[in-house]
């Protein structure tokens, strides 16, 4: 438990006249629930270490005005991409404040100065101000350090699979369930990378091939917010709704090894049996497992994990089970993520609109090249005369 900063703990009282505009402090843990209650103009109070894209971009979704992190935004772990996203979107990021910012209070009035930090007019805090000129100093000391992640997740993938050889070879520990994925297509859809473009992209190809449509955690609320029903549900179900879990879906819940799955309770208390599903990888890797080994014709992954970059912005050794879980399900998987960005039209509303004012013209003066069309003109022009004679009698009294 963190310790309770008293007033007598803290830098003296001084005028926030210099400070820049703030607003009421929102501190969450973690990130992503955080995001969930932030609004514009909040600032957001985290503890996180390596920002990675994903809360990076969630962060700019809720527009606050500053991010504070009691940790360091990048760790020289790996090139992370988070704090480059936050800086370039106008967000004040201030790093390595410690923990103790952790402890203002709920809706207290933040305020910040350079790279100062003051509550209710109260220094509190002091951190580095990041500039994109720190950002990139920081990433090059990163690019330098990544060798040594390369190695940790070569090992972290030879572990895994020796640990989970049956799982991945054979398929011995993938339970029944009772949604069929034999013959079908299934589209697994993750709250990872520009997600909701490519779900939107793809709303063609689920009206045409129906596939099933499994929701790995928030992933099931992207699809609901998308105005389509998940089939499935997979994961440890600490991000999803419960308006997702109470939606119909088959739950199958990500238990580890020994067979404890906190999010077990959650569901049976919402009146849903969920199956268990014991696995050391990911909840994304048991999904493509699952309609792996169901027979699905065809597996289509929308905001999933697929480079080095994004396995470590995961910052989990257990990401080397996406790896494996790739090589064993590739030769069905089709890796949708981007493709929104594959194809964007370029014509612009201004260019459609002339396009379709030229061709009305072209059918206009088709028509008015026949008798038939000149009468029809002549009828519509004695209709709109009456018209404009009915309209004139009645402001003319």
Known sequence: MRPILRRADRAPETSDDTAEPGGPARVGARTKDLTKRLRAGDVAIIDHADVDRVAADALVAAGPCAVLNAAASTTGRYPNAGPDILVRAGIVLIDALGPQIMDVAEGARVTFDGGTVLVDGTEYATGTR???????????????GLSDEIESFAENTLTYLRRE?????????????????????????VRGYHYREDLAMLRSYIAENRPVLVGVDGGADAILDAGMQPDMIVGDMDSVS???????AEIVVHAYRDGNAPGMDRVRALGVDPVPFPATGT???IAMLLADDKDAELIVAVGTHATLVEFLDKGRAGMASTFLTRLRVGGKLVDAKGVSRLYRTRISNLQLTLLSLAGVAAVLAALWSTAAGQTAFGLVGAQFDDIVSWVGSLFGG
Not at 130 to 144: G, K, M, S, W
Not at 242 to 248: E, I, P
């Open 130 to 144: 990041q500039t994109p000129e720190t950002i990139e100093r920081d990433l090059a000391a990163a690019r330098e």
């Open 242 to 248: 419960d308006k997702a879990l109470t939606s119909g």
């Open 165 to 189: 050889r049956d799982l991945l070879l054979d398929g011995v520990g993938v339970p029944d369930v009772r949604t069929r994925f034999e013959g079908r297509h299934v589209l697994i859809v």
């Open 283 to 285: 909840s994304e890797d």
